[in-house]
Every structure is written in C-alpha cells, then in structure tokens.
C-alpha cells in the first residue's frame, strides 16, 4: 500500500523555520521525483520545489533562497526547510511522488501569523 506521510507543519511567526517531512512507503522511493506542493485558501494549488532521483531541484521563485529541498533515500523521506517564512507561505503542505505513476500526501498545514 502506498504511503505519503507528511509531518512538521505547524504555527509560527513570521521570519520563523519550520522543516516539513515527508515519510514515503509501498514504491521504489529512491526513483521516483518528490515535489513540495501547497495550496492555501481560495487559491490554486502551486509548485514549491522539486527533487529529482538524481537530486537535482528547482524551486518557485517565490521561495528561492529560503527553501531547501533535500531527499534521504536510506530513510524513504523528503524534507522541506523553511526559513525567513512569511505570512503568504501560508498553507496546506503536500508532497508527490512521480515516475510514471504519481502519488499525493494528505497535507500539513503550515500557518505563519504573528
């Protein structure tokens, strides 16, 4: 059974960090491209970043240079960190899985208000 299981979101105040998780289980974890997508009330849903199987990414301009994407294929998990967070990075947190197939996690919300 495929799993995505995101982890990590919570409250925190602008100029705060906060790292997501991502715990994949059921598919070849190590093949597959992982992405950070969010979708935050009465808006689209948007890419953030993305890793490949090969550990190339690329990110939306709008988190360039304070988001990292990173992958730890031993532990079937992608990471998102986030630094200098700011109220409109406000969201439902989803990672993705794709190679072929796609799969998609619940979500974790991610508030930033002071």
């Known amino acids: 059974q495929v799993q995505l299981v995101e982890s990590g979101g919570g409250l925190v105040e602008p100029g705060g960090s906060l790292t997501l998780s991502c715990a994949a289980s059921?598919?070849?974890?190590?093949?597959?491209?992982m992405s950070w997508h969010r979708q935050a009330p009465g808006k689209e849903r948007e890419l953030v970043a993305v890793?490949?199987?090969?550990?190339?990414?690329n990110y939306a301009d709008s988190v360039k240079g304070r988001f990292t994407v990173s992958r730890d294929n031993a532990k079937n998990t992608v990471y998102l960190q986030m630094n200098s967070l700011k109220p409109e990075d406000t969201a439902v947190y989803c990672c993705n899985a794709f190679w072929g197939n796609t799969y998609w996690g619940q979500g974790t919300q991610v508030t930033v208000s002071s």
């Open positions: 890793i490949s199987a090969g550990g190339s990414t």
């Open positions: 059921g598919f070849t974890f190590r093949r597959y491209s």
